[in-house]
């Protein structure tokens, strides 16, 4: 799986070699050999296509768990939008958010507000000010940055160095309570429950800042039978207040949210990782101008189609949009509080991303050529249907697979049945 750690992991006893993982993988990160899938870890990028897509379950995320968040004194829990749209529009946000504080919570907070943070640096400072070359990219979903990293690395000068609106929050919400409450930082776990597996590893191995302050990530689908239980508990109960939403920031849990929520007007809204690759294609060929914004995730219908999420994901799309009609929205802060809290320190990334280079043919440039040189003349002999059946996404993959040894030209059904005849 790599020298770091990777939320998406596989179990070979339940795989049967099937190969839509490999088929649906956007970085050509799976094969598939003597009926078992791999994860090359260089190229994986914890999108979770492949937990979406397999049919026997052997991909699955790591993940905390409830137990994890007994390690500290004061727990938080942080609810992105996308949980409120997991349950019927009549809930009620109020009792969503109590019932997550049963689960061993001290105290939730909603994401929503510190989405409109987000919205206002983004505005104000970025587009406003031009601090970044066009189209701007920011996305709250981590794919996008580490398909950038990985595929695009001539796109990173357009992306905005701000940290997630998950990120916001805790840091706001740990630097609030150990200032005011005599709170050491280390006893506050923030916890936020997670619709994918990539924001897992957005705080194992985090990109753009050194050390997150959001402890851990739950999934939302391990806890949503626990969830219910407590709803139920609260049916009879009134309206629960104390607690802060945005409509501008639940609309951040589906596709166009963020687009909406800073007012841009020539912006491009894409999900779906392959619609995303396509654009983001067009966009290095300079087929795409006069866009300023682009707001990209990697599941379909945004977060709300996140693969550790239980509902439908266009009945959880439709919810989402209801929600964020129903309630009201606050004023975005100013661009005078937008400077002062970027002078903090607290929301800019402090690390240069840098691209990262996939693993080479080889390490010495010339064996490299050698290699490369061999590739062609190996991919000349392949159908070029990119079929898949060799256990390679494609013949180009294969004939890479064939030069560093893994794999032979016979794993190629249409060369073996060659060589049999």
Not at 245 to 257: A, D, I, K, N, V
Not at 392 to 405: S, Y
Request: hydrophobic share 35%.
């Amino acid at each position: 799986m790599g020298n770091y750690f990777h939320s998406v992991v596989l179990s070979e006893s339940s795989c049967n070699g099937c190969t839509h993982c490999m088929k649906r993988c956007p970085t050509e990160a799976i094969r598939v050999r003597n009926r078992k899938a791999s994860i090359f870890g260089e190229k994986c990028i914890d999108c979770g296509e492949c937990i979406r897509v397999c049919p026997y379950h052997a991909q699955r995320a790591v993940t905390d768990g409830l137990e994890d968040i007994n390690k500290y004194k004061h727990k938080i829990a942080l609810v992105p939008p996308a949980v409120h749209a997991q349950f019927d529009i009549g809930t009620g946000l109020g009792k969503i958010m109590k019932a997550v504080e049963m689960l061993g919570f001290d105290k939730a907070y909603d994401i929503s507000p510190y989405c409109d943070i987000a919205s206002a640096i983004i505005q104000k400072h970025y587009l406003e000010e031009k601090k970044v070359a066009r189209p701007a990219i920011y996305s709250d979903c981590p794919v996008i940055i580490r398909l950038i990293q990985l595929r695009y690395p001539d796109l990173l000068d357009n992306v905005i160095p701000l940290v997630s609106p998950m990120e916001i929050a805790a840091r706001l919400i740990k630097t609030d309570m150990a200032s005011g409450k005599n709170f050491h930082s280390g006893d506050i776990g923030v916890f936020c429950l997670t619709p994918c597996p990539a924001r897992v590893t957005s705080i194992r191995v985090p990109i753009g800042i050194g050390s997150p302050y959001t402890d851990g990530l739950i999934s939302i689908r391990k806890i949503y039978g626990s969830l219910s239980k407590n709803l139920k508990e609260l049916r009879d109960t009134k309206n629960v207040e104390g607690y802060k939403f945005s409509g501008r920031g639940l609309r951040w849990g589906r596709t166009g949210g963020q687009s909406h929520s800073i007012g841009c007007r020539n912006y491009l809204a894409v999900d779906g990782i392959e619609n995303v690759i396509n654009i983001f294609e067009d966009l290095e060929m300079d087929k795409i101008r006069g866009v300023d914004f682009i707001e990209a995730y990697a599941c379909t219908g945004g977060c709300v189609g996140g693969p550790l999420l239980v509902e439908n994901t266009f009945v959880a799309k439709v919810r989402a949009k209801h929600l964020s009609d129903m309630v009201a929205s606050p004023e975005l802060i100013g661009k005078a509080e937008v400077e002062k809290l970027l002078d903090t320190g607290l929301f800019n990334w402090t690390e240069e991303i840098k691209p990262k280079k996939l693993v080479s043919l080889d390490l010495d440039i010339k064996k490299a050529i050698q290699k490369m040189e061999k590739v062609e003349e190996i991919l000349k002999n392949l159908p070029g249907i990119d079929c898949g059946s060799c256990g390679a996404p494609t013949c180009r993959a294969l004939a890479e697979d064939i030069v560093n040894g893994r794999a032979r030209e016979a794993d190629c059904v249409f060369r073996l049945r060659g060589k049999i005849e």
